[in-house]
């Protein structure tokens, strides 16, 4: 799949990982946060993930 070089990803579980190299696939992705206010990077997440 062609990569997006703007968007790094290392989540290989996912339906649009690059597979060969740690890459996004989509054009655009949606980050989101678990908690009503973001306080460290556990709380944001990609909200675009779907399993392989
Ligand atoms: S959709 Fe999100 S989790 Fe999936 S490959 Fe793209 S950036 Fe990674």
Known sequence: ???NS???CSVSE???HSKDE???T???I???KHS???DTVEHTDCGS???D
């Open 1 to 3: 799949m062609r990569k």
């Open 14 to 16: 996912c339906k649009f």
């Open 49 to 51: 993930f779907k399993r």
């Open 22 to 24: 740690n890459f996004c």
């Open 36 to 38: 009503q206010k973001a």
């Open 30 to 32: 949606e980050v989101v």
């Open 6 to 8: 703007s968007i790094g």
């Open 26 to 28: 989509l054009d655009k």
